[in-house]
T-cell receptor, first 114, second 113 residues
Framework: KAGVTQTPRYLIKTRGQQVTLSCSPISGHRSVSWYQQTPGQGLQFLFEYFSETQRNKGNFPGRFSGRQFSNSRSEMNVSTLELGDSALYLC?????????????FGPGTRLLVL | TQLLEQSPQFLSIQEGENLTVYCNSSSVFSSLQWYRQEPGEGPVLLVTVVTGGEVKKLKRLTFQFGDARKDSSLHITAAQPGDTGLYLCAGSGNSNSGYALNFGKGTSLLVTP
């Protein structure tokens, strides 16, 4: 099976712009989670989608949003970019979303905001 | 607020040495996972521990979950350069976060030949 894929791998934006990142989960996986990784804060949970519904959300401002399509592919959007949004954005997929489910991570999208 | 504290933050050792990485929390987790992340890649799951006091071995890696399910350790025997990477612990099932993974900031390990 192909792993989790994320596009683009690298992105450079300027403050105030918006960005959309894409994640294709492992075939058959219905849950997609997004994480932000920075050197200062480490990996932090953004949100999780299952069957096109957001079921869980982390402590991030409303500028961060996402959605999931019927084929389980997911996108996340960040509006009005700030310098502090520079980070590695990781997507993870699992069959469901439970304590016993392994989450498989993609390689991430590295976003640089100038 | 970081629920999981990892120590040490950085570790540089020579091939053949042993090392232990710690992951501590004041919160109880239903399960705790260890990941390794290499540059330019996402984290890869090494092990999941779910029972207090549980010990799991993966070749030269030994993982232990504390009796109270608040802490964990990873011990590597005879480290090799291929062990180099960022080791992350993550807890799930905490009452405040549901099933979302709460990650520590990681231990960056460098093993030199």
């Amino acid at each position: 099976k192909a792993g989790v894929t994320q596009t683009p791998r690298y992105l450079i934006k300027t403050r105030g712009q918006q960005v959309t990142l894409s994640c294709s989960p492992i075939s058959g996986h219905r849950s997609v989670s997004w994480y932000q990784q920075t050197p200062g804060q480490g990996l932090q949970f953004l949100f999780e989608y299952f069957s096109e519904t957001q079921r869980n959300k982390g402590n991030f401002p409303g500028r961060f949003s996402g959605r999931q399509f019927s084929n389980s592919r997911s996108e996340m959007n960040v509006s009005t970019l700030e310098l502090g949004d520079s980070a590695l954005y990781l997507c993870a997929s699992s069959l469901l979303f439970s304590e016993q489910e392994t989450q498989y991570f993609g390689p991430g999208t590295r976003l640089l905001v100038l | 607020t970081q629920l999981l504290e990892q120590s040490p933050q950085f570790l540089s050792i020579q091939e053949g040495e042993n090392l232990t990485v710690y992951c501590n929390s004041s919160s109880v987790f239903s399960s705790l996972q260890w990941y390794r992340q290499e540059p330019g890649e996402g984290p890869v799951l090494l092990v999941t521990v779910v029972t207090g006091g549980e010990v799991k071995k993966l070749k030269r890696l030994t993982f232990q979950f504390g009796d109270a399910r608040k802490d964990s350790s990873l011990h590597i025997t005879a480290a090799q350069p291929g062990d180099t990477g960022l080791y992350l612990c993550a807890g799930s099932g905490n009452s405040n976060s549901g099933y979302a993974l709460n990650f520590g900031k990681g231990t960056s390990l460098l093993v030199t030949p």
